[in-house]
């Protein structure tokens, strides 16, 4: 039986890659951090799996991941955890750098001494493209990052490069598109647009606050995405790969989309522009090329952006209908 330790179990992608690797029949291994209230909301229904054990600890300290590497000997670490909300990484700069950029060097310290034989996947992201050098960004489009996490995922890349390089880790780097699902957090833009035009639709909330309705993502389904990190691991050689639909849709669209999937005519009349949503330094516009992956991998998106939206208003208006405020 296969073992995988996942750093990031409770995160959106977390998730879903522990569903997906025990669905393998894998025995994972997730590594959760300490915190007065439990975020197991999202693995809730696999928290009393035979084949899921939680382990502590926490990117900022050392030894719980070279001791959990150590005893577990997992054929492969995914490495999700991360301060991933781009917002919130002006405000706490320092600590951004600690998760998001030292986290990926502890982690790959924890494979080198405790396990080296591990495979180790590294979720790098389309962020650290920022103001784009090339359209559509690929592997090999330099970075230009534009926020203190968009920098730290630049060094995080780096790094696992660097030890594939220095230590001969099978460590690779997967360059991720945009992925959203309902399990995404309520900060990140889709599912503030699909919860908030839900709520709009049941008569509990009037309008939507948004900063920035004019920069454009390439959006996929996070499900889809848990997948192309695992297939990296099984290839015979560590390389890195760009994950993407390859379209681009602007936020507006995004509203524009949910409001028509929740049966709200005129989108003008439930939005407000708030500046505090406006970023110190905007990413404008990213859209990917996945035709390695699609080449090497045999991996393609199963879902279009409208049906992205479509599942994501959904699923707001059924978790909406039975909660009360
Ligand atoms: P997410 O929902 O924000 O999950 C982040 C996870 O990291 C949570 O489980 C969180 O635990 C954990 N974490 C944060 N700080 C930690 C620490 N100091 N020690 C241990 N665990 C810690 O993020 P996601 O959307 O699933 O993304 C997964 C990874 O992919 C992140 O590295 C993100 O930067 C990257 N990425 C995401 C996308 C995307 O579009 N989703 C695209 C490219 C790259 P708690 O539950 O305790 O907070
Ligand atoms: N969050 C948020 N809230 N974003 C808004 C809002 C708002 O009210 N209004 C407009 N936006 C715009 C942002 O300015 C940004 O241009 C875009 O919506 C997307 O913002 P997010 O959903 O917060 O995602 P992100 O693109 O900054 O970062 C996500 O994708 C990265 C990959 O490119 C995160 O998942 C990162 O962890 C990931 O690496």
Same mark, same amino acid.
């Given at each position: ?23 393998? #029949? ?8 300490? $915190? ?11 928290? /009393? /799996? ?5 382990? %502590? #600890? ?20 995914? =490495?999700?955890?991360?301060? %991933? ?126 900063? =920035? ?60 522009? =708030? ?9 404008? %516009?990213?859209? #990917?090329?996945? $035709? ?9 998106? %199963? ?23």
């Amino acid at each position: 039986m296969k073992k995988a330790f996942i750093t990031g179990t409770t995160g959106q992608d977390g998730s879903y890659l522990a569903e997906f690797l025990l669905d393998k #029949g894998y025995h994972v291994y997730g590594l959760t951090r300490r $915190t007065s209230t439990q975020s197991f909301a999202r693995i809730k229904h696999l928290i /009393h /799996h035979p084949k899921l054990t939680l382990v %502590s #600890g926490d990117l900022i300290d050392q030894h719980s991941l070279t001791y959990a590497i150590q005893r577990i000997k997992p054929d492969e670490v995914y =490495n999700l955890a991360a301060q %991933s909300f781009v917002a919130a990484s002006w405000e706490q700069p320092v600590l951004t750098g600690e998760f998001t950029a030292l986290g990926v060097t502890r982690v790959l310290e924890a494979v080198r001494l405790g396990y080296p034989k591990a495979k180790f996947y590294q979720a790098s992201s389309s962020e650290m493209f920022g103001k784009v050098r090339e359209v559509p960004q690929r592997e090999t489009t330099p970075f230009y990052p534009r926020s203190p996490y968009g920098v730290a995922k630049v060094y995080g890349h780096w790094i696992t490069i660097n030890y594939r390089e220095s230590f001969n880790i099978f460590a690779v780097s997967g360059i991720l598109f945009n992925h959203e699902s309902p399990r995404r957090g309520l900060e990140f833009v889709t599912r503030k647009i699909a919860n908030a035009v839900a709520r709009i639709k049941l008569g509990k909330q009037q309008y939507v606050e948004l900063g =920035n309705l004019e920069s454009k993502r390439d959006w996929g389904y996070a499900r889809d995405y848990v997948k192309a990190m695992w297939l990296m691991l099984q290839q015979d050689k560590p390389e890195d790969y760009v994950i993407a639909t390859g379209e681009t849709h602007s936020v507006k669209e995004f509203l524009q989309l949910s409001c028509q999937a929740a049966g709200i005519n005129d989108w003008h009349s439930v939005y407000k522009h =708030n500046p505090a949503y406006d970023r110190p330094a905007e990413v404008d %516009s990213l859209v #990917g090329d996945a $035709t390695k992956a699609k080449k090497k991998l045999h991996w393609q998106p %199963s879902i279009s952006f409208p049906e992205l939206v479509k599942l994501m208003v959904e699923a707001e208006l059924k978790l909406e209908a039975k909660t009360e405020d």
